[in-house]
């Protein structure tokens, strides 16, 4: 069993799933890793935890087919929340249109049943990862798009997804590799550009990259004159667009 995921504080999970084996199964595992799990058949029962405000969700893995609608309705539930949740979608075969749908919505991750513990205990700790780090972005800068950022990476999860194409699907970093060849970029604003595709915030970039906080916002100021962008969240839909193309 891969090893405990908890950092600060005990993870909670919303787990929606109709299946009472496979909702046991997945329970299990979660408790396993040291989740805290809330566990709700139907989407209604589900809906009404997310709806309290007072209920913190670090993560939420959402069925999509359950008895009263679909998982997806709950998306947009938890991202009307004051406090950010990462969901997480169960997929099967035949459900790839709604996992496409899921990605269009922000969703960044999806999980083929049946699904291993290892695979789970891997995205579930990213998804509390992730909402524990928009949240303290969210404390540094209400205006944050986390949103914007996620739907970035969900582009690339769906489209794998799909039945292999002729074209490779590219993480973000490659996006931004293939745009410093198109656009001209140094190889210094490329890696400060590739570090805002993962998320990070400019200090943590400063520090990463070993250069001042000021230096930093000089590097994304030349990079976003070059790129035809003016933020850091138009450039995350501009990294959206070119997913696309």
């Known amino acids: 069993m891969p090893g405990s995921i908890v950092d600060v504080g005990r993870p909670r999970v919303l787990l929606v799933e109709d299946e009472p084996a496979v909702g046991d199964a997945l329970t299990d595992c979660l408790q396993q ?47 009307s929340r004051p406090v950010p949740c990462v969901s997480l979608i169960l997929t099967g075969q035949e459900e790839v249109e709604w996992a496409r749908r899921a990605a269009a919505m922000g969703v960044t991750g999806f999980l083929r049943k049946p699904v291993s513990a290892r695979l789970l205990s891997s995205e579930v700790a990213k998804a ?47 996006q931004v ?36 906080y000021s230096r930093v916002r000089q590097l994304l100021a030349a990079s976003f004159g070059k790129l035809g ?7 995350i839909r501009f990294l959206i667009e070119r997913q696309k193309t």
């Open 33 to 79: 890793l040291g989740c805290t799990v809330v566990a709700a058949p139907k989407l209604r029962s589900a809906t009404a935890s997310a709806r309290y405000d007072s209920e913190i969700f670090d993560a939420a893995i959402l069925d999509l087919g359950l008895p009263d609608g679909n998982g997806l309705e709950l998306v947009e539930t938890l991202r």
């Open 128 to 174: 509390i990862a992730r909402s524990r780090e928009m949240r303290a972005w969210i404390r540094q800068d209400p205006g944050f798009d986390g949103e914007a950022l996620g739907a970035v990476r969900a582009q690339a999860i769906v489209e794998d997804l799909d039945q292999p194409s002729s074209r490779p699907v590219r993480t973000p970093q490659e």
């Open 177 to 212: 590799r293939l745009l410093s060849q198109e656009f001209g970029l140094t190889e210094r604003q490329t890696e400060a550009l590739e570090r805002v595709s993962e998320g990070q915030r400019d200090r943590q970039i400063a520090d990463a990259m070993g250069v001042s």
């Open 229 to 235: 962008v003016k933020s850091r969240n138009d450039f």
